[in-house]
Structures are given as structure tokens and as C-alpha cells.
């Protein structure tokens, strides 16, 4: 039995007749899909219901959690789809538009260095979605002068400044540093932050970083472009280290796909773009002004599945480390030992600190030839709340993390690494519990592996000859003052030994305090 009239009617109104997973406008062709099947006692309410394409209707089906390939969406997913885009429809104004579609947009934002010197230089058999063309314009030229300013394919996420014996003499040399309020979902493994003047930018930062040259030599304000963090280095010998983190450097690309049975001729892009004179380093927003243009595309054909990759806009994301939601999400690993996330996100909520940085430029369709006959296909809105972020990290990690929780709060505190000596080392940790905590948390959040061989709490085993691996968590109830003793190691590559980067253990300490220790 189907879904009442009223509940598809519902639904169909909430999402604009448009896919809530691809965002398309499907008019008659679209489907009230059920979350949980019919057959899995998935009831025809509101809240079981998706509205869906043919295309992500096939590709939803029965959820698999065994799937090889995880490309299946799941139920959460599902829904998570649907609300995002429910609540989208509703704050802004979702034009239909007619007609067959040709082609498949979506918005990808490059967020590691690396794959965006790939797209510099036309290197793109790592970037997602098939793609077999990449554009020149612009866009693209600026991003090439940043990469190829920049020297390397890398650029670090921070930047590495004095040590100092201890805290005091830290202290001693910035008195204006901050201490870092805890806790801190964004900042969990620094201590101290202080704001940088111009030359702290121009010694200590701009020479190891293109992108921070660039942003200083066009008048950003140094609080911007980057910010000293300091914390208590307890990898090898302990000492006093100050970071500095720059912001993130994000390229956008518009892929447009294939989705007809025959190569499709690109012929132009419709596009909205700024009035002369606009400012390099701007806020993001949409074009200051209605200047249209047409943009020639190459004549060249796109087979079907295949991907033409167009620059548009270049960003400067913000500091922090700020939790996303994943609507969908595909993991390729290299062999190097690097891996590629590409995920279907929003960046919404980021706006306001989030800039435009060189020339940029508003998709709103694109003209094309197939067989003799002229087609248009319109693309929708360029904006932050519905793209694909492609990521890239390293499979190593840097040691197990240690919380503490108030069962009667849902707020987690960060109580530092645990075995931080060196992997393969046994090593003993002894916490001492904070007030008002109840429940102690060993986290392993990286792609290692933690052997606990004892917890003993106030001389009483409570646990021993546990493993957990990245992902896997161990909850101790404990309480206020309590002694505990962890006695273990944890054990990862050797590529990945060396890899003690402090910017990568805050991100994934906050995306752990984030999703509230999930």
C-alpha cells in the first residue's frame, strides 16, 4: 500500500517537486519514496516519506549496511537529506524549471592544497565524479598563481613558531595571549590564542605561505589571516609550542555531468558576475550587481558519465574547525597511504566568515548542442548550503584521547592524549577525576589502534586487555577524585609515526566534542 494523497501532497509541496538528495527539479518526474520500506514495517506517515528522482530513487533502494562499495544511503542519511532540504525550500525562494535534463550540476569546494594544485594543472584523475575536462577561465588562472607562488603541492595547516622551556616563559614573551576557555569545542587542544599584528604575519607567517602574502599585500587585517596557538608539546621531549594557523585556502569547481545516453557539445555558460572594481577579498555573497555574461565553453564533446569541471570562485574558509553535516559521504584511498572524502554537505552556516578571495563568478545554466539541436540545461543556485567538500588526510594518527563526562550533562571535556610518549611504547597514564564528572571516555579517534591493558581506578582493575580501533570508544563510570591508571600503548604505521601535526589532533578532538562524544 502506497502513501495517502495527502501525506505525497505534503511532502511534494515541502521539497518544491524537487530531489531532496540531488536538489533537481523533477516536475511530474519525481517519487514519494519510503524511508523505512513498507515490507520493514516503514510506516505511510510524513516522516517516513522522501521525495525522490528516478535516478537517486534507484541508487536509495534497501539499505545495506554490508555494501562494499558504502555508496547505499541509509535511513539517517535519508532524513538528513530530506530536513536539510525541507528547511531550505522554506527560507528561500526554489524556482521550477521545464524541461528534460541533460545535465547533472553540483558545486565541489577543494579544500586540500594538493587536489587543487592537481586542477591547476590539469591533473585530474583523482578529482571526483569522473570528471575528463577542466575549463580555462579566469578563476582558474588565479588559483594556478597561488599554486605555483606557493612552490608546493602542500600547504601545511599550521605553521610552526618558538618553543619555549615552559608555560611561564611562553607567558613571558606574549602577554598578550589568551588562555583558551575550557571547555572549548573548537580550540580543545591548545591552551592559549593571541591575536597577531602585520609583522608577526610578515616574519613568522607570509614566508612559508603564498596564500598569507597575498591576503597581507591586499590589506586584510592580520587577525584574519592568521592566529597564534600555543600548547604543551608532550610528543618526545615536553616543551612549550606556539603554532600559527593560516586559513584555509577552498577552490570551487562546477562539475556538470553527463546524464543523457550520447555525447552532449558544449557551446556557453549563463552566468551572473560583479560589477568592476570589487574588492579582492570580499564576503561571501552573491554578485554585487545583475552583470550577465555569456562565457564561451571549449566545442568539445561530453561523453555520457563523463565530467566537464569549471572554476568558479575562490574562498577563504574559518579558523576553526567547524562540525558539518553528512548527508552522504565517499571514502578512495591512495596508495601512498593518503585518503579522499568527498561529501554532500552544507557550508550554510559558515557564510559570515567565510570570504571570496580573487574573481568569481555565478553559474545559472548552460547551453549545449546534441545531434543538430540547441539545448539549455539551468543549474541551480551557487551558494554554501548544498555542496560536495572533497577532504583529504593521512591514515595515521597521533595517539588515544581521554574526556570526561557528567552523565546528568550532555557537555564532554577534553583531558588530553594518553600514551603521547610514542607508538609501540607501554606507557602509564594516571587522571586524577575532575568534579562533577561521573563517566571517564578513552577515545580512539584515528586510524590506529589503542591496547589497554589495565584501567585501574583507585587500585581496583575495572578493565583490562581492551582494544579499540578508529571509531571505538571505552565509557569507565568513575567519580569526583578518583585516581585512574591506564596502562597500555597504542600502535600505527611508521609512515605515520612521524606525523605530529597539533592542528590535526584539535580537528579531530572537536569533531569528537562536536557530535558530542559520537
Known amino acids: 500500500m502506497g502513501f495517502p494523497q495527502n501525506v505525497r501532497t505534503a511532502a511534494l509541496v515541502a521539497s518544491a517537486r524537487h530531489c531532496a538528495v540531488c536538489h533537481r527539479y523533477k516536475g511530474v518526474r519525481v517519487e514519494v519514496h519510503h524511508i523505512i520500506p513498507a515490507s520493514e514495517g516503514g510506516a505511510d506517515t510524513l516522516e517516513n516519506a522522501i521525495p525522490l528522482c528516478f535516478d537517486c530513487h534507484a541508487d536509495a533502494g534497501h539499505y545495506n549496511p554490508s555494501h562494499p562499495k558504502g555508496t547505499r544511503f541509509s535511513p539517517q ?13 522554506r527560507g528561500h525562494s526554489v524556482p521550477a524549471s521545464n524541461g528534460k535534463d541533460f545535465m547533472l550540476s553540483r558545486f565541489l569546494v577543494a579544500k586540500d592544497f594538493g587536489a587543487i594544485a592537481e586542477v591547476a594543472t590539469n591533473r ?34 599550521v605553521i610552526g613558531g618558538e618553543s619555549f ?13 589568551e588562555k583558551i576557555a575550557n571547555p572549548c569545542p573548537y580550540y580543545p587542544y591548545f591552551e592559549f590564542r593571541r591575536v597577531l599584528d602585520g609583522q608577526d604575519i610578515q616574519d613568522s607567517v607570509a614566508p612559508h605561505d603564498i596564500v598569507s602574502r597575498w591576503l597581507l599585500d591586499a590589506g586584510v587585517a592580520p587577525a584574519e589571516i592568521a592566529s597564534g596557538l600555543a600548547y604543551m608539546e608532550v610528543c618526545g621531549p615536553d616543551h612549550y609550542q606556539e603554532v600559527f594557523r593560516p586559513r584555509p585556502f577552498w577552490a570551487v569547481f562546477l562539475a556538470l555531468t553527463n546524464i543523457t545516453d550520447s555525447p552532449l557539445t558544449l557551446q556557453g555558460l549563463e552566468v551572473l558576475g560583479e560589477a568592476p572594481g570589487f574588492p579582492i577579498y570580499r564576503q561571501f555573497r552573491g554578485p554585487s550587481g545583475p552583470i550577465e555574461a555569456r562565457l564561451s565553453l571549449p566545442a568539445a564533446p561530453v561523453d555520457p558519465n563523463h565530467t566537464v569541471l569549471i572554476p568558479v ?22 596508495p601512498t597511504g593518503q585518503y579522499q572524502l568527498t561529501t554532500h554537505t552544507s557550508l550554510d552556516h559558515l557564510s559570515a566568515i567565510t570570504h571570496l578571495f580573487g574573481p568569481a563568478i555565478w ?26 567538500a572533497l577532504e583529504r588526510g593521512w591514515e595515521c594518527g597521533s595517539c588515544p584521547h581521554i574526556f570526561f563526562q557528567a552523565q546528568s550533562s550532555t557537555q564532554i571535556a577534553y583531558a588530553g592524549e594518553c600514551f603521547a610518549a610514542h607508538p609501540g611504547i607501554p606507557g602509564t597514564q ?43 570508544r571505552l565509557a569507565v563510570k568513575v567519580a569526583p577524585g578518583d585516581f585512574v591508571a591506564l596502562h597500555g600503548h597504542y600502535e600505527t604505521s611508521e609512515a605515520a609515526a612521524d606525523r605530529r601535526d597539533p592542528w590535526h589532533r584539535n580537528t579531530v578532538v572537536s569533531e569528537f566534542l562536536q557530535r558530542g562524544g559520537r
Request: net charge negative; with cysteine; hydrophobic share 35%.
Open 77 to 89: 542519511e535519508l532524513r538528513s537529506h530530506r530536513d536539510a532540504w525541507y528547511q531550505h525550500v
Open 124 to 157: 585530474l584523475d583523482r578529482i571526483p565524479f569522473g570528471c575528463r575536462m577542466l575549463v580555462q577561465n579566469d578563476i582558474l588562472q588565479f588559483q594556478k598563481q597561488i599554486v605555483n607562488s606557493h612552490g608546493t603541492s602542500y600547504r601545511h595547516s
Open 165 to 177: 622551556t615552559d608555560r611561564e616563559e611562553y607567558l613571558k614573551a606574549h602577554p598578550n595571549a
Open 313 to 334: 570562485a575562490s574562498l577563504v574558509g574559518p579558523f576553526e574547525p567547524v562540525s558539518e553535516p553528512i548527508w552522504s559521504q565517499t571514502k578512495s584511498d591512495f
Open 363 to 388: 553559474p545559472q545554466g548552460v547551453t549545449l548542442m546534441q545531434g543538430g539541436q540547441q539545448l539549455f540545461q539551468g543549474i541551480h543556485s551557487f551558494d554554501l548550503g548544498n555542496l560536495y
Open 430 to 472: 594516571t587522571i586524577r577525576v575532575p568534579p562533577d564528572s561521573d563517566q571517564l571516555i578513552i577515545a580512539e579517534l584515528e586510524q590506529e589502534c589503542t591496547f589497554l591493558d589495565a584501567v585501574i581506578i583507585n587500585g581496583t582493575i575495572v578493565e583490562k586487555n581492551r582494544i579499540l580501533t578508529r571509531g571505538e
